[in-house]
């Protein structure tokens, strides 16, 4: 009797033990369904078939090598949609406040030798909530920008920013020791004063790339422009004052301009996104040495 029950329970285990692993096993196969279901992999979203279509490139966030908004994405993506059979018309879709003058000036460029390729497919750009500075600087490739009325639109000025940490070092009794080999090796630190000559040559600097702003700008807007001496100070404006400023062409949305504009009423978007690896490994360069140059006071120029 012993044995028989001692046997018993064993089965009893066994038959726990399956089930346990069953229940287990389908619950790993419910998450792995869930995250297949809900996570962004990276793959492109749609793939044009060869019928005439709009294009769409979003164009999101601030404007630097290691986003989402990098010049190689949106390059790679204005390429594709370009480069499609079916393109009757790209639509650029800007919601930024602007980034690296460099990485705008690259977009700025690929625009504009892409349009002169394809002379057949016309470029606009759609202003949703914000398209300043560097945002603005790619939008001035564009064939025409519309916005809404209530967009802000503009910020044509360049930046360089950091703290300056000496007074407080004086209160906590913190001795500065900064060895360099060149004397403006120490440029701008900002645990040392402030040198006069170090910033006339940074407030060179920014008046350098402030001037290539300009001058992207008239060139891309040309005739419509109606410059005032306020326009190239930095300041902002709705989507209805850009308009009258000729830095916009006119009100329009996506699907406003997809279907009365380019009249294609089928959307196609070609925007390049990034893989959960790609995501991670771009955080993590964002988080080294560029994260400690900003912390030191080096920020290189922005246009923001």
């Not at 404007?63 to 908004?69: D, K, L, Q, R, T």
């Not at 800007?94 to 460029?109: E, F, K, R, T």
């Not at 490739?141 to 000496?166: C, E, N, P, Q, R």
Request: with cysteine; hydrophobic share 40%.
């Amino acid at each position: 009797m012993l044995e028989k029950l001692a046997l018993e329970a064993l089965r009893e285990q066994k038959i726990k033990r399956r089930w346990g692993i069953l229940f287990k096993f389908l619950g790993l196969a419910y998450l792995v369904a869930v995250l297949v279901l809900l996570v962004d992999w990276g793959g492109p979203e749609k793939l044009a078939d060869g019928s005439r279509h709009t294009a769409v490139v979003r164009l999101n966030g601030t404007i630097e090598a290691s986003g989402e908004a990098s010049a190689e994405s949106i390059n790679e993506a204005l390429q594709s949609a370009f480069g499609d059979k079916g393109t009757a018309g790209v639509i650029l879709r800007v919601n930024s406040p602007g980034g690296s003058p460099v990485q705008a000036g690259i977009v700025h460029d690929e625009i504009r030798r892409l349009r002169s390729k394809h002379p057949q497919i016309s470029l606009y750009v759609v202003v949703e909530d914000l398209c300043a500075s560097g945002g603005y600087y790619v939008a001035a490739a564009a064939d025409k920008i519309f916005v809404d009325k209530a967009s802000i639109v503009g910020s044509i000025g360049v930046l360089m920013d950091g703290f300056g940490f000496t007074g407080t070092m004086d209160k906590l009794g913190v001795e500065r020791r900064l060895l360099v080999a060149g004397v403006n090796k120490g440029f701008l630190d900002p645990f040392s004063p402030q040198d006069e000559t170090q910033k006339a040559h940074a407030q060179t600097l920014l008046g350098e790339i402030h001037r290539q702003f300009i001058e992207v700008v008239r060139r891309g807007r040309g005739d419509r422009l109606k410059e005032t001496p306020e326009m190239f100070s930095g300041l902002m404006w709705t989507g209805s004052q850009s308009i009258d400023l000729g830095l916009a062409d006119g009100f329009g949305t996506v699907g406003s301009v997809a279907r009365d504009v380019i009249k294609a009423d089928k959307i196609v978007d070609f925007t390049i996104k990034d893989n959960i690896a790609e995501r991670l490994a771009k955080r993590l360069r964002a988080g080294g040495t560029p994260g400690v140059a900003s912390l030191l006071g080096l920020d290189p120029p922005r246009l923001r």
